[in-house]
């Protein structure tokens, strides 16, 4: 499975497309929706505040990481990684965690895609979402990122603000031109997708099976370039599985904040547009507020103050029937005392729910 991992998204680089109605009350200003845009106009007022200055918060983030074979016509895109920032009012503060991707979930009739709904996993809203009746061979993961959100946000009772998609692809380019990352690998990763210098695996026999040498990430410090950080985030055969490829993911994405917040780069209006127009087409973008404005509004965070969650599952079935993923009543909880505003009272009960550091 190709994992398109939104990691860096995260927090800084990345904009949004706003979700909200005319008449919510927020004290984020409502966006507009429009099209799937990579290089949105970034030019600050001359006279008037930086861009972004007058986004305060709370903001629910929802970022996608999807699975994208190009090769394969009319492949539609599956949510591969799911995570989820909120920020409480005032931006002080974050909390990142992940969804399993196989999560079990009511998933609503979609008119656009011509889905009648269903129970089924979460990844598959973004793919069932993405089907454009009148074009069956060219899916739109805008639309499908549309059904995603509406999905997450049932489930989680999150009032989801803004998102951002990105493809493997791009997180590749998005690594490498930020000179890479620092990151502590917590424990030995055996890569079956990657050889040592970086070539991918030839297939083999069985299904998803790959025969050839395999590139191994050992524990300690490690500086990984591009391809490195995105082959180590998407192992998920592990003592572990999925959930330990979420935590991977997470810590990944603390120590790219915190890259991006030392070089200063989101308050660098010029660069974030670089970087945009490198990524091109994997990056996608939907309409609102200009990417640099939430950049700038987020960009004072530190990296300290971002909180990884790892919300514990169990997988559930009937017989030895595997049918996906559900959160344990701790792992539920979470979401209620994150609602109410009582989390971190909850995560101090429950220490073990946070991802070390």
């Not at 860096?8 to 949004?16: D, S």
Request: proline content about 9%.
């Amino acid at each position: 499975m190709l994992v398109g991992l939104v990691a860096i998204v995260v927090i800084t680089l990345i904009g949004a497309v706003t979700t909200r109605g005319p008449d919510d009350e927020h004290t984020t200003p409502a966006a507009t929706t429009g099209s799937p845009s990579t290089s949105p106009s970034v030019s600050p007022s001359p006279s008037g505040p930086p861009p972004g200055a007058d986004i305060t918060g709370p903001l629910n983030l929802l970022l996608v990481g999807i699975d994208t074979r190009v090769s394969v016509p009319g492949w539609e895109p599956h949510a591969d990684a799911v995570l989820i920032l909120h920020v409480p009012a005032g931006l002080s503060r974050a909390y990142l965690f992940s969804l399993p991707r196989d999560l079990v979930v009511d998933i609503p009739a979609f008119e656009p895609a011509g889905y009648r709904g269903g129970r089924t996993k979460l990844t598959n809203a973004m793919s069932y979402g993405s089907r454009v009746p009148d074009r069956p061979k060219q899916p739109d993961p805008a639309q499908g990122y549309d059904l995603l959100s509406q999905v997450v946000s049932d489930y989680t009772g999150l009032r989801i603000d803004a998102g951002a998609v990105l493809t493997f692809g791009g997180f590749d380019e998005l690594v490498d031109s930020l000179g890479g990352v620092d990151i502590r690998i917590d424990q030995r990763v055996v890569s079956r997708h990657r050889q040592p210098d970086g070539k991918h695996r030839s297939p083999g026999p069985g299904v998803g099976g790959y025969v050839g040498p395999q590139m191994v990430y050992e524990p300690g410090e490690a500086h990984l370039n591009g391809w490195q950080a995105l082959d180590y985030a998407r192992q998920r055969y592990l003592p572990g599985g999925d959930y330990t490829r979420q935590r991977h993911q997470q810590q990944l994405i603390r120590s790219l904040v915190g890259k991006i917040l030392d070089t200063d780069l989101a308050r660098q209006p010029e660069r974030v547009e670089q970087v945009v127009v490198a990524l091109g087409d994997m990056l996608l973008y939907v309409g609102g507020r200009r990417i640099v404005e939430f950049a700038y509004a987020l960009g004072a965070l530190s990296p300290d103050a971002l909180t990884l969650v790892t919300l514990p599952g169990a997988a559930v079935g009937r017989g030895n029937a595997y049918r996906g993923e559900e959160l344990t009543q701790t792992g539920r909880r979470f979401l209620t005392e994150l609602r109410a505003g009582t989390v971190d009272e909850f995560l101090a009960e429950n220490p073990k729910l946070k991802v070390p550091r």
